[in-house]
């Protein structure tokens, strides 16, 4: 058998909680093997892996979809730099997209920040007689609207 961790000594590097990592296992996104006690043993590479999904979690990714990446990656093999362009090039146009909302949000919300809305002529967010509604639910004034952008990405929670 190669290198291999316990599933606390994984859930000590990585940071994930033991109960987490059981379920990155029943989502396939890791694989543990199992001793002759049935303890679990991860390969030293899991590590890479456990980092890969918190971060791309972090960045609004669904495990679905974390799942379908890490399935297009070589299990018998660290991934390569290639591999991971392969990866990020399809991922980009949303973290884009991801990062354009949220410097508009920022930017939108420092001017509301201890406002109290004490000028409703400025307010970003006032939809006075919620004339809005007709567009479908959420904030419609922060998110991209079709009409303003035919592009927009829609922009997971």
Not at 23 to 46: C, F, H, K, S, V
Not at 52 to 79: H, N
């Amino acid at each position: 058998m190669h290198e291999s961790i316990t599933i606390g000594q994984l859930s000590a590097r990585s940071g994930v909680a033991p109960s987490a990592l059981r379920y990155y296992e029943r989502l396939g996104l890791i694989r543990a093997e199992r001793t002759g006690g049935n303890q679990r043993r991860y390969p030293r590479t899991e590590l890479r892996r456990v980092a890969f999904i918190r971060i791309s979690q972090q960045v609004g990714v669904s495990l679905e979809e974390i799942r379908a990446a890490l399935d297009s990656l070589p299990a018998s093999r660290t991934p390569t730099a290639s591999d991971w362009a392969r990866l990020s090039a399809t991922w980009r146009q949303r973290l884009d997209e991801r990062i354009r909302l949220m410097t508009k949000l920022r930017d939108d919300l420092d001017g509301c920040i201890g406002c109290g809305c004490l000028s409703l002529q400025r307010c970003t967010l006032y939809n006075p007689g919620d004339t809005l509604a007709g567009e479908g639910p959420g904030a419609r004034l922060m998110l991209p609207r079709p009409a303003d952008d035919a592009e927009a990405a829609v922009i997971p929670s």
